[in-house]
């Protein structure tokens, strides 16, 4: 049972670039977020979605897009990357509305 | 929009005492659920305790335990017999659609 798996671990961008965080988990759970992590600031929360086909945004949007096409992934893209997008980010999966998230082991990303 | 507060950035706890960390949220919502998250210097996110809203009877896990109080909004855990590796970043949370975080409290270990 791998859980929720990331990927990449570590990315870095220049300025402009676009790019795909993956996200999958294999516990057939319907909600799925995902967040970034920035010193001082806790994990907010960028999109999250409630099951294949339906998504909505978060506190901090802008500049990212996901789609959920099937259960199982819910990759997150950054349109154009900026420094202030260099963070660390996390995706997390849910079986249910009063269930915990489990979450994946997170990717490092810097934008240059 | 539910918030999260959490207003001790750093706390620090001798090894086998208790430490109470502090939650505050609000919402205009009666039926949610709470949650205190552990992040060790690894930076993997561990659930370390859940409370559903409708129940009174405050959660525990071992040495891991919750006041929650409804009325008052306020969620916060306590550690007996802390333990060298309870170091770590602890986040709360409170769910409705999404799980929505305060920003944290180090908590530091010492022998």
């Known amino acids: 049972n791998a859980g929720v798996t990331q990927t990449p671990k570590f990315q870095v961008l220049k300025t402009g670039q676009s790019m795909t965080l993956q996200c999958a988990q294999d516990?057939?759970?319907?909600?799925m977020s995902w967040y970034r992590q920035d010193p001082g600031m806790g994990l907010r929360l960028i999109h999250y979605?409630?099951?294949?086909?339906?998504?909505d945004q978060g506190e901090v949007p802008n500049g990212y897009n996901v789609s959920r096409s099937t259960t199982e992934d819910f990759p997150l893209r950054l349109l154009s990357a900026a420094p202030s997008q260099t963070s660390v980010y996390f995706c997390?999966?849910?079986?249910?509305?009063?269930?915990?998230?489990?979450f994946g082991s997170g990717t490092r990303l810097t934008v240059v | 929009a539910q918030t999260v507060t959490q207003s001790q950035p750093e706390m620090s706890v001798q090894e086998a005492e208790t430490v109470t960390l502090s939650c505050t949220y609000d919402?205009?919502?009666?039926?949610?659920?709470l949650f205190w998250y552990k992040q060790p210097p690894s930076r993997q996110m561990i659930l370390v305790i859940r409370?559903?809203?409708?129940?009174?009877q405050n959660a525990t896990e071992n040495r891991f335990s919750v006041n929650f109080q409804k009325a008052a909004k306020s969620f916060s855990l306590k550690i007996s017999d802390s333990q060298l590796g309870d170091t770590a970043m602890y986040f709360c949370?409170?769910?409705?659609?999404?799980?929505?975080f305060g920003t944290g409290t180090r908590l530091q270990v010492f022998p």
């Open positions: 979605s409630v099951g294949a086909g339906i998504t």
């Open positions: 919402t205009s919502e009666n039926n949610y659920y």
């Open positions: 516990m057939n759970h319907e909600y």
């Open positions: 949370a409170f769910k409705l659609d999404k799980l929505i």
């Open positions: 997390a999966s849910s079986y249910s509305l009063e269930g915990g998230y489990t």
């Open positions: 409370q559903e809203a409708y129940k009174q």
